[in-house]
């Protein structure tokens, strides 16, 4: 069974840098595609963006000016790091694999599963 | 983006009831839609992918059905773990989308 857990901050100020880390049991790093998720009361789940671990990222354009996703392969490691945050960037953030199929420069969407257990992070000065 | 519509965002229901929560997509997703079971803290679990299809380890009170633009999930015989939220996800094209979610309460 494929375990994840989230990490970083739970406190960012406005105009910042919010950097999380998404460590995933070992030997699964190569068999999904892993994605970020959020949530918060207004605007409900939000998927922010996927990274395939041989290379190819797709960002939401709702937030893809602001978001970057990157793959630690020897670390097991998946970050998400969304720049200039300002009070509607707090939520829940999770991290999900999708099991889905990929090319070197696509994949085709997917459903969600396994999800990490999530982490707040609250943007306030 | 699409737009994934659920109805109703809540209600309440007895233990043993039969229970269904429609979702609507804003375009045809034709089967590319998951649904979610949320619990309070919790990450969202699969229940069910590509519209009926149930996950591996989800009781079988448990049903989708539609294609299209129309979907619905059963709960058949409604179970004091049943009482969570619900969320429909389209995995037709990017970006992908979740519903609003639907709330089911002990009545």
């Known amino acids: 069974q494929v375990h994840l857990q989230e990490s970083g901050p739970g406190l960012v100020k406005p105009s910042e840098t919010l950097s999380l880390t998404c460590t995933v049991s070992?030997?699964?790093?190569?068999?999904?595609?892993w994605n970020w998720v959020r949530q918060s009361t207004d605007k409900g789940l939000e998927w922010i963006g996927r990274i395939y671990p041989r290379g190819n990222t797709n960002y939401n354009p709702s937030l893809k000016s602001r978001v970057t996703m990157s793959v630690d392969t020897s670390k097991s490691q998946v970050s998400l790091r969304l720049t200039s945050v300002t009070a509607a960037d707090t939520a829940v953030y999770f991290c999900?694999?999708?099991?889905?199929?990929?090319?070197?420069?696509?994949?085709?969407?997917?459903?969600?599963?396994?999800w990490g257990q999530g982490i707040l992070v609250t943007v306030s000065s | 983006a699409i737009r994934m519509t659920q109805s109703p965002s809540s209600f309440s229901a007895s233990t043993g009831d039969r229970v269904t929560i429609t979702c609507r997509a804003s375009q045809g997703i034709s089967t590319y839609l998951a649904w979610y079971q949320q619990k309070p803290g919790k990450a969202p679990k699969l229940l069910i992918y590509h519209a009926a299809t149930l996950q591996s380890g989800v009781p079988s009170r448990f049903s989708g059905s539609g294609s299209g633009t129309d979907f619905t999930l059963t709960i058949s015989y409604l179970q004091s773990e049943d009482f969570a939220t619900y969320y429909c996800q389209q995995f037709y094209n990017y970006p992908l989308t979740f519903g609003g979610g639907t709330k089911v309460e002990i009545k």
């Open positions: 070992a030997g699964s790093i190569n068999s999904y595609y």
């Open positions: 999900a694999g999708i099991n889905g199929f990929c090319t070197p420069t696509s994949c085709l969407p997917g459903y969600f599963d396994p």
